[in-house]
Antibody, heavy 120, light 107 residues
Framework: EVQLVESGGGLVQPGGSLRLSCAAS????????MDWVRQAPGKGPEWVGR??????????EYAASVKGRFTISRDESKNSLDLQMSSLKTEDTAVYYC????????????WGKGTTVTVS | DIQMTQSPSSLSASVGDRVTITCRTS??????LAWFQQKPGKAPKSLIY???RLQSGVPSKFSGSGSGTDFTLTISSLQPEDFATYYC?????????FGGGTKVEIK
């Protein structure tokens, strides 16, 4: 069964840092693009950033709102996708979802249940 | 950035109704569009990709159409489990962006 499980959320003060992890299972992790998507309370989803597949050297893209503050990385040995967040702002408060992108069309076909980050 | 405009933002419908939601993009995205369903407290669920292709396991009452800048999601016969919020999202270029959502409520 394809599964994504996020962890690491919590309460952090403005200006602080937090590291989220996503444990992936049930599929070939290195063959898929992976994304982080967040959703602030009462708002729609917002794309945070992407890690391309191994064939594309796990290169990354970021939303302008987080570029320079957030970093996406992978640990192949653990099938884990991480999101290192620094210089956190109150507007970063959201549920953070890890998503897998389908190999051909690169749309988000599998979502984790999310982990909550509160910056206050 | 590509702007995504969904309409309506909300609608009330009855069980058995045919429902159509529209998504308009500010630039040509070819067919690089997905639709998601989200229920309260849950993660979004993929319904449609490539504008009109049904995601595996999604019932055929859902259908998508369009290309370029104008897209629609149709639910052929609304059932109680379909009351949710629906989002469109493009994956044509970076940044990826979502529409504002359409909340489908019970009339």
């Amino acid at each position: 069964e394809v599964q994504l499980v996020e962890s690491g959320g919590g309460l952090v003060q403005p200006g602080g840092s937090l590291r989220l992890s996503c444990a992936a299972s049930g599929f070939s992790f290195s063959d898929h693009y992976m994304d982080w998507v967040r959703q602030a309370p009462g708002k729609g989803p917002e794309w945070v950033g992407r890690s391309r597949d191994k064939a594309n050297s796990y290169s990354t893209e970021y939303a302008a709102s987080v570029k320079g503050r957030f970093t996406i990385s992978r640990d192949e040995s653990k099938n884990s996708l991480d999101l290192q967040m620094s210089s956190l702002k109150t507007e970063d408060t959201a549920v953070y979802y890890c998503t897998r992108s389908q190999t051909s069309y690169h749309f988000m076909d599998v979502w984790g249940k999310g982990t909550t980050v509160t910056v206050s | 950035d590509i702007q995504m405009t969904q309409s309506p933002s909300s609608l009330s419908a009855s069980v058995g109704d045919r429902v159509t939601i529209t998504c308009r993009t500010s630039q040509d995205i070819k067919s690089n569009l997905a639709w998601f369903q989200q229920k309260p407290g849950k993660a979004p669920k993929s319904l449609i990709y490539a504008a009109s292709r049904l995601q595996s396991g999604v019932p055929s009452k859902f259908s998508g159409s369009g290309s370029g800048t104008d897209f629609t999601l149709t639910i052929s016969s609304l059932q109680p489990e379909d009351f949710a919020t629906y989002y469109c999202q493009h994956y044509n270029s970076y940044p990826l962006t979502f529409g504002g959502g359409t909340k489908v409520e019970i009339k």
